[in-house]
T-cell receptor, first 116, second 115 residues
């Protein structure tokens, strides 16, 4: 296992620009999660994929946010028309398991977004 | 409502002293329980987890945690803290059934270690 990787690690953008982040899960992990973490807070759930299907989206995920996981491998999270309130650490996690089984989420290093 | 409470926002201990970080949860059923550690600017590393069985679980780096169902608690302990343990510690809970295993997180406890 090479672990969960995220790219880029840091992104600075101007308000109104679009940004896209990538997450590569641990190989063969069928579940992939996106979380957002702001300073002094715990992570907040954004969305979840099982294979290529996006099964749940948080109400935190406005229509400016979109996530994909084509072919059930890597995932991308796009934020359109960024706002200063989008500044946060975006964390990706993956896990392996089927319904009814136990699984553990393994996290990537995160992408820190700063919107100026 | 589902929630996780970590009552201590910040704790300072001396190196070599014992440590206990508190975690209480509110959940509809017995959840899966996790402790993660996060160093500055880094992602989250799993310390330990409880799914079932023995309520005292051992983790990495000498940490252990005890699940107490009657108190809805999952406190993290370490008998002797090292300077490298200074970090942010998060308790999280998740469902033990269903497809979506999204985690509910506490706000974290920041640990400082005095030499």
């Amino acid at each position: 296992d090479t672990g969960v990787s995220q790219d880029p690690r840091h992104k600075i953008t101007k308000r109104g620009q679009n940004v896209t982040f990538r997450c590569d899960p641990i190989s063969e992990h069928n579940r992939l999660y996106w979380y957002r973490q702001t300073l002094g807070q715990g992570p907040e759930f954004l969305t979840y994929f099982q294979n290529e299907a996006q099964l749940e989206k948080s109400r935190l995920l406005s229509d400016r946010f979109s996530a994909e996981r084509p072919k059930g491998s890597f995932s991308t999270l796009e934020i359109q028309r960024t706002e200063q309130g989008d500044s946060a650490m975006y964390l990706c996690a993956s896990s392996s398991g089927t319904s009814g089984s136990t699984d553990t989420q393994y996290f990537g290093p995160g992408t820190r977004l700063t919107v100026l | 409502a589902q929630s996780v409470t970590q009552p201590d926002i910040h704790i300072t201990v001396s190196e070599g002293a014992s440590l206990e970080l508190r975690c209480n949860y509110s959940y509809g059923a017995t959840p899966y329980l996790f402790w993660y550690v996060q160093s500055p600017g880094q992602g989250l590393q799993l310390l330990l987890k409880y799914f079932s069985g023995d309520t005292l679980v051992q983790g990495i780096k000498g940490f252990e945690a005890e699940f107490k169902r009657s108190q809805s608690s999952f406190n993290l302990r370490k008998p002797s803290v090292h300077w490298s343990d200074a970090a942010e510690y998060f308790c999280a809970v998740g469902p033990n059934a269903g497809n979506n295993r999204k985690l509910i997180w506490g706000l974290g406890t920041s640990l400082a270690v005095n030499p």
